[in-house]
């Protein structure tokens, strides 16, 4: 090599230990300085807390992390790693203002469904990779108004108003159940709770006006079926006061003394009080029996 060309590049080369020899070096100071400027200025952009009933779910980049951490305070890279709390309790979707039409045509309004539903933990990360964070749009709130909709148009005013408003909720909690089971197996539904719906002012009229009818056709008839028994309890009462004469009372005696198989006398026996006279009444009755009897033999004899 020439030594003028040698002279040049020894000229030419940055000392060591003068600013720009070592560029890496100013790099990571530089980062270093950001990191603490992050640290101390925007804190919940490096720590962050998780609630309890949530797990944290992480994105970086626009792709979802296989990372679900725990209640607490944790931590991620900042303004790179994005973070979302994704309740894993128990909670209550409310579906509001569902229109309808059922099977005869009328249009009605269901104003409020709430679905009681949870998603189970080990199933965050899955749920979330095929429909995100908003999961419940799909499977809750989408799926309340196709469900209601198909469930309308299979029957009638009568029915759904009335007839068969009390299966609604079982139903509907069957049917997203069976769809979370085989499409989104960690969405679990708990229960589903529907109000009246709302239907036309005019049809309204009519059926409280049935309904007033059928009360009164209600009350009318429990009020002949008392008077019936009142009347019934009357007549039988009028009928016992009647019997109680002494030759009825005394009938009743001695149908009791003829039914007793064995009879005690004494002063002993004072469980068994007889009137003298009912029963001399008896021994007469008896005696008299007994010697018609022999007349009527003798009678038949010559």
Partial sequence: MDPQQRRTETRHRPPVGEPGGDVSSIFIAFGVFIAIAALVMFPSSLVHQVPEGYVGAYWRGGA???????????LKLPFITNYEPVQVTLQTDQVKDIPC????????????????N??????????LLNYGVDYDNTWIYDKIHHEINQFCSSYSLQQVYIDIFDQIDERMKEALQADCTR???????ISVRVTK???????????????EERTKMYLDRQKSLADADYYRVLREAEANKLKLTPEFL????????ARNTKMFFGDKVPNMVLDQRLLGNFLNHSTKDKFNDGNLDMATDS
């Fill in 64 to 74: 979802l992390l296989n990372i679900i951490t725990e209640p607490g305070f944790q």
């Fill in 101 to 116: 039409g059922t099977k005869g045509g009328v249009m009605i309004t269901f104003e409020k469904i709430e679905v009681v």
């Fill in 118 to 127: 949870r998603l189970r933990k080990d199933y965050v990360y899955d749920t």
């Fill in 183 to 189: 499409y989104a197996p960690g969405i679990e539904i």
């Fill in 197 to 211: 719906p709302k239907i036309p002012e005019s049809v309204r009229r009519n059926f409280e006006q049935m309904e």
């Fill in 250 to 257: 005394e009938l009743k005696f001695i149908d009791a003394i």
